[in-house]
């Protein structure tokens, strides 16, 4: 179990009931979850599995029947509806197989619109959109509507509107469902590249094994459960890292003590 500090997210116990033609029906039951701050985790489950019901639960769309929910430390359970809105707002970055741009709006300022809660002024939202923009990748479209990019440019339009508050947790719901083979090996690897380098905490749900596989960790729902969980190839990836790392830091470490004993 992980440290309260290091889990950004936490399901606890969690169970969800839906009251359907005077019969009570049981989408999540009992289930638990964390999610570490930093970590990349796919969650996969047939239609009817819970994966909807979950994913609106970890984002604060929709309550529990039972259980407990902790988003960056605050009790999302006992929290007012305009808390949970300030939550969605502050801590919580959502991207969408349907992308939801205003189509009225070009990308800057769709990015714009989610730094409106924000105390900046009109320039300093600009900047702040085009940096976005340039992290996954769209530096020159700035001023492009949507019907002006490709899927792929939209959704990553959708990526750099996620990212805008500077999230707590990025959750992203089938967001390669309406691209192609190559579009969508591009998306995943703008988002292994924003959580290696930037550290951002991403959970996706997703049908597809090829976008689950590039994540840290696979979770398979069924029944309202997770049933399994393995490994994916990021995993393996940062594992390497972090022995590159500490094999450095020991090398530094005793280049340090040698120069102090010749000192």
Not at 49 to 67: E, Q, V
Not at 190 to 199: D, P, Q, S, W, Y
Not at 233 to 241: G, Q
Request: hydrophobic letters at 35%.
């Amino acid at each position: 179990m992980s440290s309260q500090s290091d889990t950004v997210l936490s399901v606890q116990g969690v169970s969800r009931l839906y009251n359907l033609k005077r019969q009570k029906t049981s989408a999540l039951k009992e289930l638990d979850l964390d999610v570490r701050r930093g970590e990349f985790i796919a969650i996969m489950g047939r239609s009817g599995s819970g994966k909807t019901t979950l994913l609106n639960i970890m984002s604060c769309l929709d309550r529990p029947t039972a259980g407990k929910v902790l988003l960056d430390g605050v009790d999302a359970t006992k929290t007012s509806e305009s808390g949970l809105t300030a939550i969605r707002r502050d801590k919580v970055g959502f991207v969408f197989q349907s992308y939801n741009l205003l189509p009225y709006l070009n990308a800057r300022e769709n990015v714009e619109l989610a730094l409106e809660s924000k105390k900046l002024s009109k320039s300093e939202r600009s900047t702040r959109a085009r940096e976005l923009l340039a992290t996954v990748g769209l530096e020159g479209v700035e001023e492009h509507r949507p019907q002006q990019l490709s899927g792929g440019e939209q959704q990553r339009v959708a990526i750099a509107r996620a990212l805008a508050n500077d999230p707590a947790i990025v959750l992203a719901d089938e967001l390669t469902g309406n691209l192609d083979s190559e579009t969508k090996t591009e998306i995943m690897r703008f988002l292994v590249k924003l959580n290696t380098e930037r550290g951002t905490t991403i959970v996706v749900v997703t049908h597809d094994e090829s976008v689950a596989s590039r994540t840290e960790r696979i979770l398979y729902l069924k029944g309202g459960r997770i049933v399994k969980e393995s490994r994916g190839n990021l995993a393996k990836t940062k594992e390497v890292r972090q022995r590159y790392a500490a094999r450095m830091e020991e090398s530094r470490a005793t280049s340090e003590e040698r120069d102090q004993e010749a000192g």
